[in-house]
């Protein structure tokens, strides 16, 4: 079973930090382009960022840019999503995505193949 596992959500303030990471089993996650996707609840999923298989280029939302760092380790097979600033309109169910056309990063998310279950974000004072 190929699997994607996210990690790193929890309860913050206006303003804060959080890593999210993503991790693979069964596969290798170098051959792969990486998005990052958060659904609100109410609202359509929408693509905040993504990494090519080689590390570039990365993509951003206009929503987080400025805030979030998109990464990726793949002697670790990790992709990490940095997330700076933190608002309340960030709060949502974040899950990583992996696209078999490693080298393009496409924003539907219908055009990805792997999918987490997601690690939910809550940004409230």
């Known amino acids: 079973q190929l699997q994607l596992v996210e990690s790193g959500g929890g309860l913050v303030q206006p303003g804060g930090s959080l890593r999210l990471s993503c991790a693979a089993s069964?596969?290798?996650?170098?051959?792969?382009?990486i998005g990052w996707f958060r659904q609100a609840p109410g609202k359509e999923r929408e693509r905040v960022s993504c990494?090519?298989?080689?590390?570039?280029?990365?993509t951003y939302a206009d929503s987080v840019k400025g805030r979030f760092t998109i990464s990726r380790d793949n002697a670790k097979n990790m992709v990490y999503l940095q997330m700076n600033n933190l608002k309340p309109e960030d709060t949502a169910i974040y899950y990583c995505?992996?696209?078999?056309?490693?080298?393009?990063?496409?924003?539907?998310?219908?055009?990805?193949?792997?999918w987490g279950q997601g690690t939910q974000v809550t940004v409230s004072s």
């Open positions: 990494i090519t298989a080689r590390g570039g280029p990365t």
């Open positions: 069964g596969f290798t996650l170098a051959h792969y382009a």
């Open positions: 995505a992996a696209q078999s056309l490693a080298y393009v990063c496409y924003a539907s998310f219908h055009d990805y193949d792997y």
